[in-house]
C-alpha cells in the first residue's frame, strides 16, 4: 500500500511520515536528487510552471511504489498533481490545521527555514493556505485534523 503525506508546511507532513514508516519517501528529497539542486534555486531559475512538471513526473512514479511519501506543501498546486493522486489507488492523508497554529510551527523551526516564509508576509502566507486548504481536501481520502494533538496521537487516529 502507498501512503501520501499531504498538508501545507508546517503540518508535520515528515514527522508523522517518519512514525508510519522509517524509510519513508521525501518528495522533495527526490526531487533535489533528480534536479541537482536545492528547489528554492531552481525555482529562480527555471520558474514554478518548470517545477511543476518535474514534481509531476515524480508524483506518477511514486503513485507506482509502496510505501509512505511525504509530498511537498505546494503538490496540490498543479491540477495534473491532484489529477494523479485522485486517480491513485494510494491512501492520500490531509494532516489539517488551523492557519495559526502552522504559522507558530513554522516561525519556531529555525532547522527547516522555508523560501515561502522568508519571502512573505504573514498575511500573503495566509492567502495561500487559504488557497490550498480546499484543493487538499478535495483530493484526500483521509482528513486528520493536527492542531492541538501530539505526533503520537496523530499515528494512532491515521493507524484507527
Known sequence: MTIFLIGFMGAGKTTIANLLSPDFIDMDDVIVERIGM???TFFEIAGETAFREIESQVLLELTQTSGVISTGGGVVMSEENR????KSKAEVIYL???FDTLYQRITADKSNVRPLFLNNSRVELQAIFEARAPLYEAIATQIITISGKSPE???????A
Open 38 to 40: 536545492p528547489i528554492s
Open 83 to 86: 489529477r494523479i493522486l485522485s
Open 96 to 98: 489539517k490545521s488551523d
Open 153 to 159: 496521537a496523530i499515528l494512532k487516529e491515521i493507524q
